[in-house]
């Protein structure tokens, strides 16, 4: 029979209870536990078991090995734990089947069954030493039972349960969250602030009580009683209680103090304020409270109320530039309880990982990167987008100063698994047979991070970006690993067989052609020195090929002060055709051609001169007002002594890159006439560059057959066509003399295709 949510609610009023007194929350403990199991987690077998869920609330890896779950503290053994890791800050589900299966580690079943009238759960370490315990209640369907966020010494019952994930923290069974009379905002005169709560019931006794150091507020935390006096920046977190429920939702606003100096700061880019202001620090993350401000008729100021304000942190962000004056800064947004938050900010899709990019002594244009992106999106691949805005970071006490700005940053999407970013399934902890396992694995060619040792697979090392590597290396994940360091050997040994050309058999089946050419065709343009060295990422999708992108990472690029790419008309700027595994295939005369026959189009539209002009003219103007700013503050000097001539400095890098990548290849011919309806005996006229010979055909066949050779239907052009028919015409320059020297490990004599529709016009009956 169902219960009303009236009825539910009451009954979850009856269990709210402390922790077994001695227990810490400092490791593992059990965090969650449903005896009556509907509908919450389908099991792999088909019942419909309870559960028990463990959390890692330690900084610790921690190997369960020879731990012990048991439903009697007089038989600490009664079920023991296999090899299976949790890493800090995640979470282990164990089936309560009584079936006592481990030889799966990613489907634990423990020997023994929960009691639906009530019991209790205990946690026994290495040395048959108790770590937590539980006692749970009498059991409801789909009810669970377990520990309050932010405060696990509270346990009660949670109308919604969430294997796996944080548990609930607001609705039926806890007190109502506590309304500010103030937003979070900046703050130029005293402010008086008042918190309330809902009305629960004449017996509840709710408080409210409060933290002003930016801490989590818990039932030792001073109770509100009077309106708070806001006189400095200050971090005002709050959360109420009441008997019989579990704690409410925390709440949190910050207030930043202006000094007259920030005050009279504008711009016309948004600004965001960085300020540290309280003592609740997440792991290797400076806690924060980010403020963003956006231009009100075209000019932003840092006074009135933000058009985000959320809590957060960030730490530097990168390798050989941390040690610049200016750095990149990685950014998460947070929630309450300092796990990761989702939040729309400047108008791009929501994601709880950002990155702030400086552009730094190689970029003093300042555009790098946005360019690059932008041009990426327009060819139809994804590439994170971006915003410009000006940065004040606040680490002290009190106002806001005008000392605390440190420059133009971009705001970049993170380079993450996700809808609106890679957008491939995420590999969870359960996909461990085909066809999930197959995918998705985000990887990249980069130094190793600590304590990483990286994956070494098909004749290259590469590192993993997701799953991270101390995840894909846990025991229970040992069939991704297994998967997909096979993978890439079998790729690398394709590569090297005898049939690695072949169409169907050979390295198409791995790769993912048309987004190695395209990623590397704007990476050749770009000049990019760091190449299939750092900050190259590529992704495998379930039951998908090897895909190279998204692009990162472009300081040292399109004339940067790096020497490395000071001269445009040379191929390898970078290590362009010396990559793993690219080496190889740029040996294939086909790959080559593809790679032509995709540059040729583009210099018609996204790379042509005027387009990249533009690009660079509408992306300049965006930060021309904050550039002297910038230069001020980390002592930038623009080569020929202005802004502007750093941005004609890129658009003559360009022009130079450009020119001479189209003078390596031989440029395709001309029609006189673009396709369309035309009368019987129509005279085509075909034109191509001195040199070499056209050729063509009227079927809409390739004059170039696979590995370069001329095909048996084409037909050389030796003067004006007469059409007779309808015709699809494809033609090609051909010149054997053409070489691309210094950079390619082979020519191609032949043009990109060109090719148009003809229809003969049918006279009136």
């Known amino acids: 029979m169902k219960r009303s949510l009236q009825s539910l609610g009451l009954l979850l009023l009856a269990f709210v209870t402390p922790a077994w007194a001695s227990e810490k929350f400092d490791s593992i403990y059990i965090s969650e536990v449903l005896v009556e199991n509907g509908r919450s987690v389908p099991a792999k077998d088909g019942g419909s078991h309870g559960w028990i869920e463990l959390y890692n609330g330690g900084s610790d890896t921690v190997n369960l090995a020879d731990w012990f779950l048991s439903d009697t503290p007089t038989n600490l053994t009664k079920w023991r734990f296999p090899r299976v890791v949790m890493l800090p800050d995640s979470y282990l589900l164990v089936s309560a089947s009584g079936k006592g299966q481990t030889n799966d580690l990613a489907d634990l079943h423990i020997n023994f069954l929960l009691d639906t009238k009530g019991g209790q759960l205990v946690l026994a370490g290495r040395a048959t030493n108790l770590v937590s315990q539980i006692l749970y209640p009498k059991s409801m369907p789909d009810v669970s039972y377990g520990c309050v966020r932010g405060e696990p010494g509270i346990r009660g019952n949670f109308a919604k349960p969430t294997p796996g994930k944080a548990n609930q923290s607001s609705g039926s069974g806890f007190a109502p969250p506590v309304t500010f009379?103030?937003?979070?905002?900046?703050?130029?005169?005293?402010?008086?602030?008042?918190?309330?709560?809902?009305?629960?019931?004449?017996?509840?006794?709710?408080?409210?009580?409060?933290?002003?150091?930016?801490?989590?507020?818990?039932?030792?935390?001073?109770?509100?009683?009077?309106?708070?006096?806001?006189t400095n920046t200050i971090a005002?977190?709050?959360?109420?209680?009441?008997?019989?429920?579990?704690?409410?939702?925390?709440?949190?606003?910050?207030?930043?103090?202006?000094?007259?100096?920030?005050?009279?700061?504008?711009?016309?880019?948004?600004?965001?304020?960085?300020?540290?202001?309280?003592?609740?620090?997440?792991p290797h993350l400076r806690s924060s409270y980010?403020?963003?401000?956006?231009?009100?008729?075209?000019?932003?100021?840092?006074?009135g109320r933000p058009a985000l304000a959320a809590r957060g942190g960030f730490h530097v962000h990168g390798s050989s530039t941390t040690r610049l004056p200016q750095p990149s800064l990685a950014m998460k947004f947070l929630d309450e309880f300092n796990e990761g938050q989702n939040h729309s900010v400047l108008g791009l899709p929501a994601n709880s990982d950002w990155v702030?990019?400086?552009?730094?002594?190689?970029?003093?244009?300042?555009?790098?990167?946005?360019?690059?992106?932008?041009?990426?999106?327009?060819?139809?691949?994804?590439?994170?987008?971006?915003?410009?805005?000006?940065?004040?970071?606040?680490?002290?006490?009190?106002?806001?100063?005008?000392?605390?700005?440190?420059?133009?940053?971009?705001?970049?999407e993170k380079i993450r698994i996700g809808k609106h970013r890679v957008p491939i399934d995420k590999l969870g902890p359960n996909d461990l047979?085909?066809?999930?396992?197959?995918?998705?694995?985000?990887?990249?060619?980069?130094?190793?991070?600590?304590?990483?040792?990286?994956?070494?697979?098909?004749?290259?090392?590469?590192?993993?970006?997701?799953?991270?590597?101390?995840?894909?290396?846990?025991?229970?994940?040992?069939?991704?690993?297994?998967?997909?360091?096979?993978?890439?050997?079998?790729?690398?040994?394709?590569?090297?067989?005898?049939?690695?050309?072949?169409?169907?058999?050979?390295?198409?089946?791995?790769?993912?052609?048309?987004?190695?050419?395209?990623?590397?065709?704007?990476?050749v343009l770009s000049g990019n020195v760091d190449i299939f060295r750092y900050s190259t990422f590529f992704y495998k999708?379930?039951?998908?090929?090897?895909?190279?992108?998204?692009?990162?990472?472009?300081?040292?690029?399109?004339?940067?002060?790096?020497?490395?790419?000071?001269?445009?008309?040379?191929?390898?700027?970078?290590?362009?055709?010396?990559?793993?595994?690219?080496?190889?295939?740029?040996?294939?005369?086909?790959?080559?051609?593809?790679?032509?026959?995709?540059?040729?189009?583009?210099?018609?539209?996204?790379?042509?001169?005027?387009?990249?002009?533009?690009?660079?003219?509408?992306?300049?103007?965006?930060?021309?007002?904050?550039?002297?700013?910038?230069?001020?503050?980390?002592?930038?000097e623009p080569r020929g002594g202005s802004y502007q001539s750093e941005i004609d400095w890129m658009k003559r890098w360009l022009a130079e890159r450009i020119d001479f990548i189209d003078r390596q290849l031989v440029q395709p011919p001309v029609l006189s006439q673009a396709g369309g309806e035309v009368s019987?005996?129509?005279?085509?006229?075909?034109?191509?560059?001195?040199?070499?010979?056209?050729?063509?055909?009227?079927?809409?066949?390739?004059?170039?057959?696979?590995?370069?050779?001329?095909?048996?239907?084409?037909?050389?052009?030796?003067?004006?066509?007469?059409?007779?028919?309808?015709?699809?015409?494809?033609?090609?320059?051909?010149?054997?003399?053409?070489?691309?020297?210094?950079?390619?490990?082979?020519?191609?004599?032949?043009?990109?295709?060109?090719?148009?529709?003809?229809?003969?016009r049918r006279s009136p009956p």
């Open 290 to 303: 980010l403020s963003f401000h956006e231009p009100v008729d075209g000019k932003t100021s840092l006074n």
């Open 181 to 230: 009379s103030s937003p979070s905002g900046s703050i130029t005169s005293p402010v008086v602030l008042n918190l309330s709560c809902a009305a629960v019931n004449a017996s509840s006794n709710l408080v409210i009580r409060y933290t002003l150091d930016g801490s989590l507020p818990n039932s030792r935390s001073p109770v509100y009683g009077e309106p708070l006096q806001i």
């Open 680 to 760: 019987a005996g129509f005279q085509l006229m075909l034109k191509g560059a001195e040199g070499g010979a056209i050729y063509y055909t009227l079927d809409g066949s390739d004059p170039r057959q696979p590995q370069g050779a001329i095909s048996p239907r084409a037909m050389i052009y030796s003067g004006p066509i007469a059409l007779e028919r309808d015709a699809r015409v494809m033609i090609r320059a051909r010149n054997p003399e053409k070489r691309q020297m210094g950079g390619p490990p082979i020519s191609t004599p032949w043009s990109s295709p060109v090719s148009a529709n003809f229809t003969i």
């Open 356 to 412: 702030l990019y400086a552009p730094n002594m190689y970029d003093p244009v300042l555009i790098h990167n946005p360019f690059i992106h932008q041009l990426s999106r327009d060819m139809g691949r994804y590439s994170p987008r971006t915003r410009f805005l000006e940065v004040y970071i606040v680490q002290h006490p009190g106002p806001v100063r005008a000392e605390d700005y440190a420059g133009l940053y971009v705001l970049e």
């Open 433 to 523: 047979k085909a066809p999930e396992v197959t995918g998705g694995y985000l990887l990249k060619f980069d130094r190793t991070g600590p304590g990483e040792q990286g994956l070494w697979a098909g004749g290259a090392e590469m590192v993993y970006v997701d799953p991270k590597e101390s995840v894909i290396e846990l025991p229970q994940r040992a069939p991704q690993r297994r998967y997909i360091a096979k993978y890439f050997d079998d790729f690398d040994r394709v590569l090297q067989s005898p049939d690695w050309k072949d169409p169907i058999k050979g390295y198409r089946a791995y790769i993912d052609v048309d987004s190695w050419i395209d990623y590397h065709v704007l990476e």
């Open 236 to 282: 005002v977190r709050a959360r109420a209680y009441a008997k019989g429920l579990l704690p409410g939702p925390p709440g949190s606003e910050v207030y930043l103090w202006l000094s007259p100096g920030a005050l009279k700061f504008n711009s016309s880019l948004p600004v965001l304020v960085m300020n540290s202001v309280g003592i609740d620090r997440p």
């Open 541 to 636: 999708p379930r039951g998908g090929k090897i895909t190279f992108g998204p692009h990162w990472d472009f300081d040292r690029a399109l004339g940067s002060t790096d020497h490395r790419d000071a001269n445009p008309r040379r191929w390898n700027t970078g290590r362009f055709f010396d990559g793993a595994w690219w080496n190889q295939i740029f040996t294939d005369p086909d790959f080559w051609q593809l790679w032509v026959d995709r540059w040729q189009p583009l210099r018609r539209t996204h790379f042509s001169e005027t387009n990249l002009f533009d690009l660079i003219d509408r992306l300049s103007d965006e930060v021309r007002e904050a550039q002297p700013r910038e230069a001020d503050r980390w002592g930038l």
